[in-house]
């Protein structure tokens, strides 16, 4: 499956991004899908995922309460909607798909970045 991130911008901190994930081919719906990022200078971390049908959700504490993930598989698409943005979550966002519900790491995008200003 391939994978191709798009959303990412400059938004001040409390604002809000939709980052959009679309998915080739018809095998989606048999991946679960997840979100990681990478900010300069730090390791990439799990940001969250979601199952296969799209009725379970996992997150990063750090994430917990602002984002939330989303899919839709007639679509092949994937949804990360980031609210109450801080500076702290500055980073290049990576959209992922796998087998392992909790952290689908099988198969990566190319990143988009999401800036926010203080």
């Known amino acids: 499956v391939q994978l191709q991130a798009s959303g990412g911008g400059l938004v001040q901190a409390g604002g809000s991004l939709r980052l959009s994930c679309a998915a080739s081919g018809r095998t989606f719906s048999t991946y679960a899908m997840g979100w990681f990022r990478q900010a300069p200078g730090k390791e990439r971390e799990f940001v969250g995922s979601?199952?296969?049908?799209?009725?379970?959700?996992y997150y990063a504490d750090s994430v917990k309460g602002r984002f939330t993930i989303s899919r839709d598989n007639a679509k092949n698409t994937m949804y990360l909607q980031m609210n109450s943005l801080k500076p702290e979550d500055t980073a290049v966002y990576y959209c992922?798909?796998?087998?392992?519900?909790?952290?689908?790491?099988?198969?990566w995008g190319k990143g988009t970045q999401v800036t926010v200003s203080s």
């Open positions: 992922t798909a796998g087998m392992v519900v909790v952290t689908p790491m099988d198969y």
């Open positions: 979601v199952s296969r049908s799209g009725g379970n959700t």
